[in-house]
Protein backbone atom coordinates (compact mmCIF):
# COMPACT_ATOMS: atom_id res chain seq x y z
CA UNK A 1 0.00 0.00 0.00
CA UNK A 2 1.18 3.37 -1.09
CA UNK A 3 2.26 5.76 2.14
CA UNK A 4 1.08 9.65 2.49
CA UNK A 5 4.56 11.14 1.66
CA UNK A 6 5.51 8.42 -1.58
CA UNK A 7 2.15 9.19 -3.09
CA UNK A 8 2.69 12.84 -3.16
CA UNK A 9 6.32 13.01 -4.03
CA UNK A 10 5.27 10.56 -6.76
CA UNK A 11 2.49 12.82 -7.94
CA UNK A 12 4.45 16.20 -7.70
CA UNK A 13 7.25 14.78 -9.57
CA UNK A 14 4.36 13.50 -12.51
CA UNK A 15 3.15 16.90 -12.75
CA UNK A 16 6.12 19.26 -13.11
CA UNK A 17 7.19 16.46 -15.60
CA UNK A 18 4.00 17.22 -17.61
CA UNK A 19 4.51 20.98 -17.39
CA UNK A 20 8.50 20.91 -18.18
CA UNK A 21 7.58 18.61 -21.34
CA UNK A 22 5.72 20.62 -22.61
CA UNK A 23 7.40 24.27 -21.39
CA UNK A 24 11.70 22.93 -21.43
CA UNK A 25 12.17 26.93 -20.04
CA UNK A 26 10.66 25.61 -16.80
CA UNK A 27 13.06 22.86 -16.67
CA UNK A 28 16.01 25.01 -17.17
CA UNK A 29 14.95 27.16 -14.08
CA UNK A 30 14.71 23.63 -12.04
CA UNK A 31 17.77 22.41 -12.57
CA UNK A 32 20.83 22.74 -10.43
CA UNK A 33 24.15 24.26 -11.93
CA UNK A 34 26.95 24.69 -10.09
CA UNK A 35 27.90 27.65 -11.99
CA UNK A 36 24.81 29.76 -10.99
CA UNK A 37 24.68 27.83 -7.02
CA UNK A 38 24.72 31.62 -5.64
CA UNK A 39 22.22 33.02 -7.52
CA UNK A 40 19.90 29.97 -7.70
CA UNK A 41 20.42 28.17 -4.05
CA UNK A 42 16.84 27.11 -4.32
CA UNK A 43 17.74 24.63 -7.25
CA UNK A 44 19.74 22.19 -4.63
CA UNK A 45 15.79 21.28 -3.97
CA UNK A 46 13.62 21.75 -7.34
CA UNK A 47 15.88 19.80 -9.23
CA UNK A 48 15.20 16.69 -7.59
CA UNK A 49 11.65 17.02 -9.82
CA UNK A 50 12.81 17.68 -13.19
CA UNK A 51 13.42 14.81 -15.27
CA UNK A 52 15.18 14.32 -18.62
CA UNK A 53 12.41 12.24 -20.46
CA UNK A 54 9.91 9.08 -19.50
CA UNK A 55 12.80 6.40 -18.85
CA UNK A 56 14.32 8.40 -16.47
CA UNK A 57 11.02 9.60 -14.11
CA UNK A 58 9.81 6.23 -15.03
CA UNK A 59 12.65 4.07 -12.98
CA UNK A 60 12.96 6.74 -10.37
CA UNK A 61 9.40 6.39 -9.54
CA UNK A 62 9.00 2.98 -9.88
CA UNK A 63 11.93 2.36 -7.66
CA UNK A 64 10.40 5.37 -5.16
CA UNK A 65 6.82 2.95 -5.63
CA UNK A 66 8.73 -0.28 -4.57
CA UNK A 67 10.77 0.46 -1.54
CA UNK A 68 9.72 4.42 -0.14
CA UNK A 69 6.56 2.89 1.40
CA UNK A 70 7.76 0.53 3.82
CA UNK A 71 10.58 2.69 4.68
CA UNK A 72 8.27 5.54 5.35
CA UNK A 73 5.94 3.12 7.21
CA UNK A 74 9.08 2.48 9.21
CA UNK A 75 11.01 6.06 9.54
CA UNK A 76 7.93 8.23 9.54
CA UNK A 77 6.44 10.69 7.47
CA UNK A 78 9.01 13.52 8.87
CA UNK A 79 12.25 11.66 9.17
CA UNK A 80 11.08 10.01 5.95
CA UNK A 81 10.95 13.41 4.06
CA UNK A 82 14.22 14.51 5.83
CA UNK A 83 16.20 11.34 4.17
CA UNK A 84 14.64 12.07 1.06
CA UNK A 85 15.60 15.71 0.59
CA UNK A 86 18.82 15.10 2.66
CA UNK A 87 20.20 12.47 0.16
CA UNK A 88 18.87 14.49 -2.92
CA UNK A 89 21.24 17.41 -1.24
CA UNK A 90 24.06 15.61 -0.73
CA UNK A 91 23.85 13.92 -4.09
CA UNK A 92 23.85 17.65 -5.87
CA UNK A 93 26.86 18.32 -3.23
CA UNK A 94 28.77 15.42 -4.00
CA UNK A 95 28.49 15.67 -8.20
CA UNK A 96 29.52 19.64 -7.90
CA UNK A 97 32.60 18.40 -5.37
CA UNK A 98 33.99 15.16 -7.72
CA UNK A 99 32.65 15.00 -11.01
CA UNK A 100 35.15 15.91 -13.18
CA UNK A 101 33.17 16.95 -16.04
CA UNK A 102 31.67 20.04 -13.56
CA UNK A 103 35.32 21.28 -13.87
CA UNK A 104 35.42 21.23 -16.94
CA UNK A 105 31.64 22.47 -17.89
CA UNK A 106 30.26 24.37 -14.67
CA UNK A 107 27.33 25.09 -16.78
CA UNK A 108 26.30 21.52 -16.63
CA UNK A 109 23.10 20.97 -15.29
CA UNK A 110 21.58 18.42 -12.80
CA UNK A 111 18.22 17.19 -12.94
CA UNK A 112 16.59 14.04 -11.45
CA UNK A 113 15.03 12.16 -7.95
CA UNK A 114 17.67 9.51 -8.50
CA UNK A 115 20.22 10.74 -5.62
CA UNK A 116 17.05 11.16 -3.59
CA UNK A 117 15.82 7.56 -4.98
CA UNK A 118 19.21 5.79 -3.89
CA UNK A 119 18.71 7.33 -0.33
CA UNK A 120 16.05 5.54 0.09
CA UNK A 121 17.10 2.26 -1.44
CA UNK A 122 19.96 2.85 1.03
CA UNK A 123 17.60 3.09 4.23
CA UNK A 124 15.61 -0.12 2.90
CA UNK A 125 18.96 -2.13 2.55
CA UNK A 126 20.00 -0.72 6.03
CA UNK A 127 16.24 -1.72 7.38
CA UNK A 128 15.55 -4.90 5.63
CA UNK A 129 19.18 -6.09 4.69
CA UNK A 130 18.37 -9.46 3.40
CA UNK A 131 15.14 -9.26 1.87
CA UNK A 132 15.14 -10.53 -1.61
CA UNK A 133 15.17 -8.27 -5.00
CA UNK A 134 14.75 -9.23 -8.59
CA UNK A 135 17.20 -7.71 -11.00
CA UNK A 136 15.49 -7.51 -14.31
CA UNK A 137 12.55 -9.47 -12.90
CA UNK A 138 14.51 -12.48 -12.70
CA UNK A 139 18.07 -12.63 -11.03
CA UNK A 140 17.27 -12.54 -7.45
CA UNK A 141 19.86 -10.74 -5.05
CA UNK A 142 19.48 -9.39 -1.60
CA UNK A 143 18.73 -5.83 -0.73
CA UNK A 144 22.46 -5.21 0.91
CA UNK A 145 24.08 -6.64 -1.87
CA UNK A 146 22.13 -4.38 -4.83
CA UNK A 147 23.65 -1.58 -2.70
CA UNK A 148 27.09 -2.64 -3.12
CA UNK A 149 26.46 -3.39 -6.78
CA UNK A 150 24.87 -0.13 -7.06
CA UNK A 151 28.24 1.33 -5.82
CA UNK A 152 30.43 -0.22 -7.98
CA UNK A 153 28.87 0.59 -11.19
CA UNK A 154 28.44 3.79 -9.98
CA UNK A 155 32.23 4.08 -8.85
CA UNK A 156 33.50 2.45 -12.33
CA UNK A 157 30.73 4.16 -14.39
CA UNK A 158 31.78 7.83 -12.76
CA UNK A 159 34.58 7.65 -12.76
CA UNK A 160 34.79 6.21 -16.80
CA UNK A 161 32.67 8.82 -17.65
CA UNK A 162 30.40 6.39 -18.90
CA UNK A 163 27.09 7.87 -20.26
CA UNK A 164 25.05 11.06 -19.87
CA UNK A 165 24.61 9.89 -16.23
CA UNK A 166 25.56 11.63 -12.53
CA UNK A 167 27.07 8.65 -11.15
CA UNK A 168 28.37 10.95 -8.59
CA UNK A 169 25.13 12.02 -7.86
CA UNK A 170 23.73 8.37 -7.36
CA UNK A 171 27.01 7.49 -4.59
CA UNK A 172 26.02 10.77 -2.77
CA UNK A 173 22.61 10.02 -2.41
CA UNK A 174 23.45 6.69 -0.83
CA UNK A 175 25.69 8.67 1.41
CA UNK A 176 23.58 10.97 2.21
CA UNK A 177 20.93 8.39 3.17
CA UNK A 178 23.66 6.25 5.24
CA UNK A 179 24.93 9.88 7.68
CA UNK A 180 20.71 10.90 7.42
CA UNK A 181 20.24 7.39 9.41
CA UNK A 182 23.29 7.78 11.78
CA UNK A 183 22.33 11.23 12.83
CA UNK A 184 18.28 10.33 12.87
CA UNK A 185 18.20 6.47 13.53
CA UNK A 186 15.86 3.78 12.53
CA UNK A 187 13.48 3.83 14.99
CA UNK A 188 10.30 5.78 15.19
CA UNK A 189 9.26 8.17 17.81
CA UNK A 190 6.98 5.43 19.36
CA UNK A 191 9.86 2.27 19.41
CA UNK A 192 11.83 5.56 21.55
CA UNK A 193 9.12 5.96 24.03
CA UNK A 194 7.66 2.22 23.89
CA UNK A 195 8.43 0.72 27.70
CA UNK A 196 11.34 -1.37 27.73
CA UNK A 197 8.99 -4.47 29.44
CA UNK A 198 6.55 -6.16 25.60
CA UNK A 199 3.77 -5.53 25.65
CA UNK A 200 1.39 -8.77 25.65
CA UNK A 201 0.35 -10.21 22.50
CA UNK A 202 -3.03 -10.37 21.46
CA UNK A 203 -4.86 -13.79 21.64
CA UNK A 204 -5.38 -15.15 18.17
CA UNK A 205 -8.49 -15.89 17.11
CA UNK A 206 -9.58 -19.86 17.07
CA UNK A 207 -8.15 -21.10 13.79
CA UNK A 208 -6.11 -18.49 12.42
CA UNK A 209 -2.36 -20.40 12.86
CA UNK A 210 -3.56 -22.87 10.41
CA UNK A 211 -4.93 -20.78 8.39
CA UNK A 212 -1.59 -18.79 8.26
CA UNK A 213 0.01 -21.78 7.88
CA UNK A 214 -1.96 -21.87 4.26
CA UNK A 215 -0.56 -18.50 3.24
CA UNK A 216 0.84 -19.01 -0.56
CA UNK A 217 4.08 -17.79 -0.08
CA UNK A 218 5.61 -18.25 -4.06
CA UNK A 219 3.00 -15.58 -4.86
CA UNK A 220 3.89 -12.89 -2.80
CA UNK A 221 6.11 -9.89 -3.75
CA UNK A 222 9.71 -10.78 -2.53
CA UNK A 223 10.12 -8.73 0.19
CA UNK A 224 6.74 -9.59 1.65
CA UNK A 225 7.47 -13.10 1.57
CA UNK A 226 10.88 -12.78 2.93
CA UNK A 227 8.95 -10.87 6.30
CA UNK A 228 6.08 -13.77 5.97
CA UNK A 229 9.01 -16.41 6.12
CA UNK A 230 10.58 -14.50 9.30
CA UNK A 231 6.62 -14.67 11.11
CA UNK A 232 5.94 -18.32 10.21
CA UNK A 233 9.23 -19.46 11.19
CA UNK A 234 8.64 -17.28 14.57
CA UNK A 235 4.64 -19.32 14.93
CA UNK A 236 6.31 -22.26 14.39
CA UNK A 237 9.08 -22.28 16.94
CA UNK A 238 7.42 -20.23 20.04
CA UNK A 239 3.84 -20.38 19.39
CA UNK A 240 0.75 -18.18 17.61
CA UNK A 241 0.67 -16.58 21.18
CA UNK A 242 4.46 -15.06 20.83
CA UNK A 243 3.30 -13.17 17.85
CA UNK A 244 2.45 -9.29 17.81
CA UNK A 245 -0.84 -7.58 17.13
CA UNK A 246 1.16 -6.40 13.96
CA UNK A 247 2.70 -9.52 12.88
CA UNK A 248 -0.88 -10.98 13.45
CA UNK A 249 -2.37 -8.29 11.23
CA UNK A 250 0.45 -8.73 8.66
CA UNK A 251 -0.18 -12.64 8.32
CA UNK A 252 -4.15 -12.20 7.95
CA UNK A 253 -3.68 -9.63 5.33
CA UNK A 254 -1.96 -12.54 2.95
CA UNK A 255 -3.77 -14.91 4.60
CA UNK A 256 -7.31 -13.60 3.44
CA UNK A 257 -6.07 -13.59 -0.36
Given at each position: MITKWVGLLIIANILVYMLTAQNPEIKSALEFVP??????????????????????????????????????????????????????????????????????????????????????????????????LLIWGIVPVQARTMVVILTAMSLFMGTAGIGNVAHFAHLGGFVGGWLCLRIFGTRTVDDRLRPVQPARSPTPAPGAAQRWKQIRLEQLHPVNREEAERVLAKLETRGPNSLTADEQAFLDRFSAM
Open positions: AFLVQRPWTLFTYMFAHDGFGHIFFNMLTLFFFGPRVEDRLGGGRFLTLYFFSGLFGAATWMAIDPIVRVLPNIGLVGASAAVYGVLLAFARLWPRAQ
